[in-house]
């Protein structure tokens, strides 16, 4: 339930175009420290010059013209100044997060080198995916044959302390159990009688079924498909990686004598939207609109499906939950409200905006907001999310008891809707 690259530390760039695997795979090569800069430049001078290329970009490409009412002309006129006396390139990259952050925009980031060369690494993986639930951190998911399976961790298990650390929330328990491939970790956890036990578990590298080299970059992606009770389909992945599209493809061909697929998208960061609309083609008869996207330039209302000759005609539910972001949330909303899909779990993230990479003087890649995603009838997920048909939340009991109360919800409607 619910792997994905956020909670398997994964460390992926939320790609929201068509080709942006492309675009970064391009630049990545020459993305490291101190590549981009001109020898006759001092870093000061390259951090003046990045910052210039970032406000100017946004000023000319960020999606909405009037900034939603930030004076975008009197930030550059605060922030020059704030970044000649930076010292560091740490305190230039969270200057720039503040100052982008003025717009309240998802998609709007700055890739430091020191963050793209992480990206030409495998990550490294302990095997448990987590949730906030009770006032803890539990687990809800461990990935088969990792050390976290190994050691005996399963769902409803909570995360007290990492290396010593107490542990109180997502975000502490994400930064304490990333590390180094091959690397260990001491992970101490609350059992079913709430009793603590200390394990040490080692940091895997994924398998290479899970990996796709494009550009001489490796993207690593996570796929699981199975049939559950009454002969129900059922398929997860945790991003939308273009490599996964002949996968998804068969799987769903595969599940054609189904009374109903579960798409599980639960903690989906998102990925190539085109992967999105190669699915959902997969469920129509005909041609359907799915998404408009308002940009500087108007409306651009490209994302419809290609219906095959067989499309898959059974129920289709989609389950989503709060660490659910982007491409999925796309996917997501536009079959809910085209009737061709319902959703269960909780409400997602909403942060769902079109972005595009440009690279920077100091060989940092800058991600923007070029266009703000709505469906048909105008509704915007962005900021808002998905709202479920079907809500449903996880309870550590019900984990404990290896029970699934959202996937038992899915599994519910299809059953009772199904001829």
């Excluded at 330039?297 to 660490?323: A, H, N, Q």
């Excluded at 595009?356 to 800058?366: A, H």
Aim: glycine content about 8%; overall charge neutral; charged content about 25%.
């Amino acid at each position: 339930m619910g792997l994905e690259a956020t909670l398997y530390h994964l460390r992926t760039i939320e790609m929201k175009i068509r080709q942006i695997i492309l675009v970064l795979c391009l630049t990545l090569a020459t993305c490291v420290p101190g590549l981009a800069q001109d020898k006759n430049e001092s870093v000061p001078q390259l951090r003046q010059k990045t910052f210039e290329r970032i406000w100017q970009i946004v000023d000319e490409k960020y999606w909405d013209p009037t900034f939603g009412g930030v004076d975008w002309k009197a930030v550059r006129t605060a922030y020059a100044p704030q970044v000649e006396n930076v010292k560091t390139n740490k305190e230039f990259y969270t200057l720039m997060a503040k100052m982008l952050g003025l717009l309240k925009t998802s998609h709007m980031d700055v890739l430091s080198p020191e963050i793209l060369a992480k990206y030409q690494q495998a990550p490294a993986i302990i095997g448990v995916g987590y949730r906030e639930m009770d006032g803890m951190v539990v687990i809800t998911h461990v990935l088969e044959r990792s050390s976290a399976e190994q050691a005996g961790l399963r769902s409803g298990f909570a995360i007290a302390k990492v290396d010593g650390a107490p542990i109180h929330t997502f975000a502490e328990a994400q930064e304490r159990l990333v590390g180094l491939l091959n690397t260990k970790v001491k992970v101490t956890y609350l059992d079913e009688k709430d009793e603590l036990h200390d394990v040490v578990l080692e940091r895997r590298p994924l398998g290479e079924d899970s990996k796709s080299k494009l550009g001489g970059v490796s993207f690593y992606g996570l796929f699981e498909s199975k049939r559950l009770v009454g002969n129900i389909g059922y398929f997860f992945f945790s991003n939308f990686l273009e490599f996964l599209n002949p996968r998804i493809k068969s799987t769903i061909e595969s599940m054609n004598d189904a009374p109903g697929i579960i798409i599980d998208l639960r903690g989906n960061s998102g990925g190539d939207d085109s992967v999105g609309l190669k699915m959902a083609s997969q469920f129509f008869e005909k041609e359907t609109l799915l998404m408009i996207t308002k940009t500087r330039k108007g409306d651009e209302m490209d994302y419809k499906t290609k219906p095959p000759k067989t499309p898959y005609r059974g129920k289709v539910v989609i389950l989503m939950d709060e660490l659910s972001r982007s491409a999925s949330e796309e996917f997501a909303a536009g079959m809910q409200e085209s009737g061709r899909a319902i959703v269960v779990g909780k409400r997602s993230a909403g942060g769902d905006m079109d972005g595009y990479l440009e690279k920077l003087p100091d060989g940092s890649l800058f991600l923007y907001a070029y266009g703000q995603p709505r469906t048909p009838k105008g509704y915007v997920v962005e900021g808002h999310g998905v709202k479920p048909n079907i809500e449903v939340n996880l309870m550590r009991k019900e984990l404990l008891a290896r029970r699934d109360a959202q996937l038992e919800a899915a599994i519910e409607y299809i059953r009772s809707h199904s001829k």
